[in-house]
């Protein structure tokens, strides 16, 4: 008779990535991976008991979604895109003008936004209570039942698990597999790289961000304030926090508000040198690319898709 397979650790930390910083409260279990993976795809912490985390966090799509914004409770009507949440384990500053700084803390904003969740959590916590399946799971994994820690720590875990690390430029550039990227993509990586784009000095590193903030030139006159909405500075005016591009070849449509369908058009923005704002990053300026030069980075950009992550049957419901 075979021996059955070992089960795999909880964090499989990609080659080349440091270990992700754990809370000393909240230490991995399985235990606490697998309520957290329940209440993530549980619309039960929605008012109206319609859209769950999944419903804006699709695993297939790098757990972003394919909507310029997603709609909330009653389908009220979004305000910002999705973003993915591959290797938010590593992120220092959390939502689109960084005013969260880890995952605990971020679970509880869909429950006080009115177009997300616009649940009180102690009500959540009822329903949960009224579960006893949910009561067993929660002494299980933390010794007590659900409450607020639970629930923030347990669906935090989850998400900490979700690294991205496996992509044809990983295996060319971390695992020295030669062959894993072709010719064009080659071209394009050297083209983000160079200093003629300066595109990696923003998506620079592993997670391929500096986690720095910025206005891109989307617009003249932007309808959210971006950061401004956290600092109240005038110069963080439509500023947003710099993206993750991992994955980025499947988490159309782009920008903070979901306005750019696809990647092509977001090299055309930036080939224009984005529009005029006072807030614009100095580096934007036209980039004057060819025809074969968009061809060949957008064919990087899509060398950034790790499918190994997208099908991880761990992370799917």
Excluded at 69 to 86: D, H, Q
Excluded at 277 to 306: G, I, Q, R, V, Y
Aim: hydrophobic fraction near 35%; charged fraction near 20%.
């Amino acid at each position: 008779m075979a021996e059955p397979e070992p089960e795999l650790p909880l964090l499989l930390v990609p080659m080349g990535f440091p270990e992700p910083e754990i809370p000393i409260d909240n230490l991995m279990s399985r235990e606490r991976f697998a309520l957290g993976k329940r209440l993530f795809y549980d619309p039960i912490l929605s008012l109206d008991t319609s859209i769950s985390c999944a419903s804006c966090h699709l695993a297939h799509l790098s757990f972003s979604d394919s909507l310029p914004t997603s709609p909330g409770v009653f389908n009220r009507p979004g305000v910002r895109n999705a973003p993915s949440l591959a290797n938010v384990a590593y992120f220092k500053a959390l939502l689109r003008e960084g005013g969260v700084p880890n995952l605990e803390m971020q679970i509880l904003v869909p429950f006080g936004e009115h177009n997300e969740f616009d649940l009180n959590v102690l009500e959540a916590i009822d329903r949960l209570l009224n579960d006893s399946s949910y009561i067993e799971m929660s002494w299980d994994a933390f010794q007590r039942n659900p409450d607020p820690y639970v629930l923030t720590r347990s669906i935090a875990q989850f998400e900490r698990t979700l690294l991205s690390g496996n992509s044809p430029v990983d295996q060319y550039v971390r695992q020295g597999k030669i062959n894993a990227l072709t010719n064009s993509e080659l071209r394009g990586k050297e083209l983000f790289e160079s200093d003629r784009l300066s595109c990696s000095t923003c998506h620079s590193g592993y997670l391929y961000t500096n986690e720095q903030f910025a206005n891109t030139g989307l617009y003249e006159e932007y309808a959210d304030i971006g950061r401004m909405r956290l600092t109240g500075h005038p110069s963080d005016n439509a500023v947003f926090r710099i993206p993750s591009l991992r994955n980025v070849g499947v988490t159309a449509p782009y920008m903070h508000d979901g306005s750019m369908p696809n990647l092509e058009a977001v090299i055309e923005h930036y080939n224009s040198g984005g529009k005029a704002h006072p807030n614009k990053h100095p580096l934007l300026k036209p980039l004057n690319l060819t025809e074969t030069e968009k061809s060949d980075l957008l064919a990087f950009l899509h060398a950034l898709t790790d499918q190994s992550f997208l099908d991880d049957p761990r992370f799917r419901q």
